[in-house]
């Protein structure tokens, strides 16, 4: 198993323009929760668990990550997140936080319940999903991306698809030797890409009142006119491909009657 711990300084905590849940400061009692998960059907592992909490001490966030190196690992990862919560309890946690975090608690519940752990989300906190708050407040739908985007939130590293993450895990969990034939640089990457979803549900939350309806609509309107000029591009490679194959078969047909000639 793979973990990583990381301590990522927090310039200021807002807690005026923070967001609350019912009427209440959470950051202290707060755990900033994503999974990266592999399903064929129905849930077959989790590949990375992720999570965070804040440190008013040390004004940092305290990031934890496990990954899995092979199929053994997916029944551990399952009993580390179940101590990993157990001892946030122990903290004072009461609070999980996630964006369309419902996916991830459905996975979890059912590998828990598959493997016989008996440990229930609910029994114990709160759960606060950010694109919920978010409909909540601006009547609109997003993603966390976009999410991120409003708020001028930059990423470090690449974005990974949910496909090829997918992937990634399968060949884990059916090949015992491909994480060593895995080059470092892609396991950094599965596991800043997962810090980075976790990191910033507590740097949205954080910043949540600076946005207004006015920066939604911006938004939007920037989304609609990139929308707009990506069709327009794959418009004219779509006309541009279709002229190359004209042009190709009208070749094919000329060499024909050259050598049928």
Known sequence: MLIHNDFIPVDSLSIQSALKFNNKDIFDKAIFFDLEHYLYKEPICIGVFGAA?????????ISTQYMIENQKDARQI???????????????KEYIVTFSGNNDFLVVNHLFKKYHIEFCFKDHFEHVDLQKEYEVRFKKNIGLKNLERLYKIERQGELISGINLAKTFSRIIKDKGYIQRMPQEKINKIL???EQDVVNLFNIMNQWKQVEID????LEEILLEEKAEKLELKKKLEEENE???TLRTELRDLMGELDFQ
């Open 53 to 61: 909490v804040y440190s008013k001490e040390h004004k940092a966030i």
């Open 78 to 92: 399952l009993t580390m997140t179940e101590e990993y919560f157990k001892e946030r309890m122990k903290d004072g």
């Open 192 to 194: 800043t890409y997962n």
């Open 215 to 218: 920066d939604v609509i911006t």
């Open 243 to 245: 002229k190359n194959s």
